[in-house]
Every structure is written in structure tokens, then in C-alpha cells.
């Protein structure tokens, strides 16, 4: 089944091409990607880049709205 295939190629990358993925991916957009996969989640939650570019943008951009991003997250 090529669906499976693709699938499971996805899942076999090294976790600095998904961390070099994210890199172009808006924050919101990887915060919902946390919810497809418990792999993705762990990816996601562990990486401490990822964590100090969203704190960046907290410092940068003066809209952001953190209740809902703290409600998002948990």
C-alpha cells in the first residue's frame, strides 16, 4: 500500500529534518501538528529550539494572545 509506505518513511526521518521542517512551519500551525501523532507531540514538546522561538515571538509580537496559546498547548 503506497499510503502506508509514505507513511512510514515519514516516521523513519532523523529528528533534525523534522526540527529543519518546523523551522519553516508558523507556530500555530506546529502547536496543531503536536496533535496528530504521539510521536510528533514528543518531537515537538521536547524541542527546546522550538520553545525559545515561540518565547521570541511572545517578546516580539505585542498581539499575541497567551491564555489562548496556554489553553491551545494544554
Do not use: A, G, T
Not at 15 to 25: A, R, S, T
Not at 59 to 70: H, R, T
Request: net charge negative; glycine share 0%; hydrophobic share 45%.
Amino acid at each position: 500500500n503506497i499510503k502506508q509506505n509514505v507513511f512510514n518513511s515519514f516516521d523513519e526521518l532523523p529528528i533534525e529534518l523534522y526540527y529543519e521542517i518546523f523551522d519553516y512551519m508558523d507556530i500555530k500551525d506546529v502547536l496543531k501538528l503536536r496533535l496528530v501523532s504521539k510521536k510528533l507531540k514528543i518531537l515537538i514538546d521536547k524541542s527546546n529550539y522550538f520553545w525559545n522561538k515561540i518565547c521570541l515571538n511572545l517578546s516580539i509580537d505585542s498581539n499575541f494572545d497567551l491564555k489562548s496559546f496556554v489553553e491551545f498547548v494544554n
